[in-house]
């Protein structure tokens, strides 16, 4: 470990200007930053750090992100250390286990067409698929009144639903001209970014009855969750790009971003990950301080201080906005991690002994838009006799649930399947909820969402790192950004820039 003296030295760092700033470049002089300067949290929090670790690369983060880049730099040949807060691997994806080996996934499950480097990730680990089940009728759920439907969605209270079906697909016309690398540069990017997807939707222009604005603002908050007023039309249309140019592949189960689920749960390929990388875990271990200067990285967790020539940060914004870093990051960085937060999501997964809506002719597939909860799906393992229903609360719903007890929330939300798929649904043989926004380190869920601004002010440093600090997160994939899929392509990303880099340098 650096001595004190050593630590003291002048390190300069020569970076660019970014918003606010004259244009040029300047240099950090980290002479100012003495040992005795630093703040007595900072000493306290090196103080827990009692074990020194040395390898060639630091991952902060054990979700589909780090676990991947991890994986990649291992398998080329480098020695890493994987630094995680949990006691588990995963992030955002958790699979529990019934005694019958019956999967539970609370966390990320779904998979789907173009999510190619998920697919292949499968492929190479030797896990298999299974289709989401999806065959029967869905239900509608409005002004408590269930609608039955099969291949048309139903009129409600003598209102169409069409200005629906005319929305979503002009939100995909417009994505062509959003770059999905790029969005901040395209041609209307400050008008789209000006306003929010609320008022884009409540454009009279649209001519939307009350249960089509409805609808919609329940198809978009399963996607962000959080409200149309909080979220830019400019980010909603780079989501769309960053799936294909198609918001159906998005929303919809068959043939699209929730059409496949893992045999054995999803948290099986964190398994499978985290078996290929080897011993090479620390839990438990939230990291409190980055540094860096000209001969590498120190990353100070809770159980150790690790020393490295790069560091990649693969946790979620708001959580790397917490890290304590040396020098301090570009105000663009800083300010990007500062209006990232995540939304508000609660899952709830049902346990029967058989999936018994099935005999009914049903799907499985709700959506209730001025309910509580909000969707539900048909999550039953394929080899298993147990039937599982998964729903979601998302948004400020999910905030009231959030409130009551949870003897009242699970009678409410037990009620509610109860009126959806008969008296049965009331009595399941297991109940699990997990709210991700209570989750300490994780701190809402499923993707973090840019207000309006945002993305045009900070996105361009999106994936730019920072000297020795790489950034790998599902937000920072221009493709399936927010998805599994997304999370895999920036751990690779990630991995082969740091691959190249060190190549190129050993090379001279």
Known sequence: MKTTKQLDSTLKFKTKKRAGNQAG?????????????????????????????ERDFCVVGAGFAGLTAALRL?????????????????????TKYLADGTPIDLGGTFLGPTQDRIYALLEELGV???????????????????????????????????????????LSTM????????????????EWDAMSLGQWINDPVHKLSAPALSLLRTLFIGLFTCELSEVSLLYVLFQIAASGNDIE??????????????????????????????????????????????????????KATIKAKQVVVAIPPNLADDIEYTPLLPSTRMELLRHMPAGQCTKFITVYDQPFWRQDGLSGEVAAPDEHLQMTLDTSAPDSKLGAL??????KEAMQLAEMSAEDRKKLVLDALARRFGAKAAHPIHYFEH????????????VAHLAPGVLTSYGHVIREPFARIHWATSESSPLWNGNIDGAVRAGEYVAKELIAMTRSTCSK
């Open 25 to 53: 470049s300047f240099f950090f002089d980290l002479k100012l930053i003495k040992w005795q300067q630093l703040s007595e949290r900072s000493i306290q929090k090196m103080s827990l750090s009692k074990n020194f670790i």
């Open 74 to 94: 291992v398998q080329a040949g480098y020695s890493v250390i994987v630094v995680e807060a949990r006691d588990r691997i995963g992030g955002k994806v958790w």
């Open 175 to 190: 994505s062509h001209d959003v770059p999905n690398d790029a969005p901040w540069t395209c041609a209307r990017a400050k």
């Open 128 to 170: 298999e698929i299974t289709p989401t089940p999806i065959h029967g009728d869905s239900l509608l759920v409005y002004n408590n009144v269930v609608h039955r439907y099969g291949d048309d969605v139903p009129d409600i209270e003598s209102h169409s639903l069409d200005g629906v079906w005319d929305v979503l697909q002009l």
């Open 249 to 302: 592949l998005q929303m919809t189960v068959e043939g699209g971003a929730e059409q496949d689920m893992v045999k054995g749960g999803m948290g099986l390929v964190a398994e499978k990950m985290k078996e290929k990388i080897g011993d090479c875990f620390l839990f438990s271990s939230a990291v409190r301080q980055i540094s860096q200067d000209q001969d590498g990285v120190t990353v100070i967790s809770d």
């Open 435 to 446: 709210d991700w926004s209570k989750d300490r380190w994780t701190r809402g869920c499923h």
């Open 390 to 395: 998964m729903s979601f609360s998302f948004a």
